[in-house]
């Protein structure tokens, strides 16, 4: 089962946070980090190194790694398109 992924954003740089079911009953997260650099895209992905028992868990964790991430004023949405713009 996964979610509509959601944004969290700076100045600088957009993270696009998944949270994922596998193996089912389980739970993990991925962020995909969309850097903002002039006309290059600078796309890595950061992906969890545990699982969490819980849709809930997994989504803290994955909001806490990215907060930690971002610097100044944040902006966030809901991404329901296949591409989130800049």
Do not use: F
């Not at 696009?16 to 009953?25: C, R, S, Y």
């Not at 895209?41 to 991430?69: L, R, V």
């Amino acid at each position: 089962m996964q979610t509509h992924p959601m944004s969290l954003s700076d100045q600088r740089r957009t993270l696009v946070m998944h949270v994922m079911e596998d193996p089912p009953g389980r739970y993990t997260w991925r962020i995909v980090v969309e850097e903002k650099c002039g006309g290059a895209d600078c796309d890595s992905t950061i992906e969890a190194h545990t699982n969490y028992p819980s849709h809930a868990e997994a989504e803290a964790a994955c909001w806490a790694a990215g907060n930690g991430m971002l610097d100044g004023p944040r902006t966030t949405s809901e991404v329901t398109g296949s591409r989130l713009p800049h």
